[in-house]
C-alpha cells in the first residue's frame, strides 16, 4: 500500500528549465527525505527535514532546494536543470523519533533533461 | 560511503531459500541494522531489522553474528517476485531521523 505518493511519475525537459516534483505523506511521519538515484542506481541522500531542521547533504549543488508547507508535504525545487540532473528521484518519509526506525519510500519522479 | 560490504549478485530457483550476507565490521554499539529491497520501478520497501540475534517477521529472517561484525539475511521459498536489489544498512537513527547510506547491495535473480 502506498502512502508516500509522488507526482509526476515521468518529467522530460531541457537544459535551463525550472522544475519542481511533490511528495506527499499520508503516514503523519515528522521527518521527510529526498534521495537521488542515479543511471547506476547508486542511490544517495538529497536533503533530510523535519519541522525542526533542514539537512542537506554538501554534494548537492544549489539549484536544488526543498520546500515544505506542512510536515507531509516535501517538494523538490530544481531551479536551472543541467543533464547530469537525470535521474530518479525518491522522497521518503519517517517518524524521525525513534531508534528503531523504517523509512517509506515513494515511488520515484523519473527526470529526463534534454 | 557505505558501512557495509554485500556480495553483488546472487541466483536462485523459485522455492529455494536465499542467505544475503553482508560485512559491518566497524559497526558501532548504538548502530542497528536495517534490511531494504528495491524492485524496478519502485522505491526501496523495507524488509527487517535488528540489533543482535536473530529476529523473524513474516517476510523474512535476519541472522546476526555474536560480534555484530556479520549479518545474514534470510529469504525462505523466494518467488520471482522476490527478484531485486538487497541493501544492508547500518544506522544509527537518532532523534529527527538519519538519512539511509545505501551501497551497492545485492542484486538476486530468481528463475523459474
Known amino acids: 500500500e502506498t502512502a508516500v505518493f509522488q507526482t509526476p511519475n515521468y518529467h522530460v525537459t531541457q537544459v535551463g528549465n525550472e522544475v519542481s516534483f511533490n511528495c506527499k505523506q499520508t503516514?503523519?511521519?515528522?521527518?521527510m527525505y529526498w534521495y537521488k538515484q542515479d543511471s547506476k542506481k547508486l542511490l544517495k541522500i538529497m536533503f533530510s527535514?523535519?519541522?525542526?531542521?533542514?539537512?542537506v547533504n554538501e554534494t548537492v549543488p544549489r539549484r536544488f532546494s526543498p520546500q515544505s508547507s506542512d510536515k507531509a508535504h516535501l517538494n523538490l525545487r530544481i531551479k536551472s536543470v543541467e543533464p547530469e540532473d537525470s535521474a530518479v528521484y525518491l522522497c521518503?518519509?519517517?517518524?524521525?523519533?525513534?531508534?528503531?526506525?523504517?523509512?517509506?519510500f515513494g515511488p520515484g519522479t523519473r527526470l529526463l533533461v534534454l | 560511503l557505505a558501512k557495509t560490504t554485500q556480495p553483488p549478485s546472487m541466483e536462485a530457483y523459485e522455492g529455494q531459500e536465499v542467505n544475503v550476507s553482508c560485512s559491518h565490521t566497524?559497526?558501532?554499539?548504538?548502530?542497528?541494522i536495517y534490511w531494504y529491497r528495491q524492485v524496478p520501478h519502485q522505491g526501496p520497501q523495507f524488509i527487517i531489522q535488528g540489533y543482535k540475534d536473530y529476529v523473524v517477521n513474516e517476510v523474512a529472517s535476519l541472522f546476526i553474528s555474536a560480534d555484530r561484525k556479520l549479518s545474514t539475511l534470510s529469504l525462505p521459498w523466494v518467488s520471482l517476485r522476490d527478484a531485486a536489489v538487497y541493501y544492508c544498512?547500518?544506522?544509527?537513527?537518532?532523534?529527527?531521523?538519519?538519512?539511509?547510506?545505501f551501497g551497492t547491495g545485492t542484486t538476486v535473480s530468481v528463475s523459474p
Open positions: 521518503a518519509s519517517s517518524t524521525g523519533g525513534a531508534r528503531q526506525d523504517t523509512q517509506y
Open positions: 527535514y523535519n519541522n525542526k531542521q533542514l539537512i
Open positions: 544498512i547500518v544506522t544509527d537513527m537518532g532523534q529527527g531521523g538519519r538519512a539511509l547510506i
Open positions: 503516514l503523519g511521519h515528522d521527518t
Open positions: 566497524n559497526i558501532a554499539t548504538s548502530e542497528y
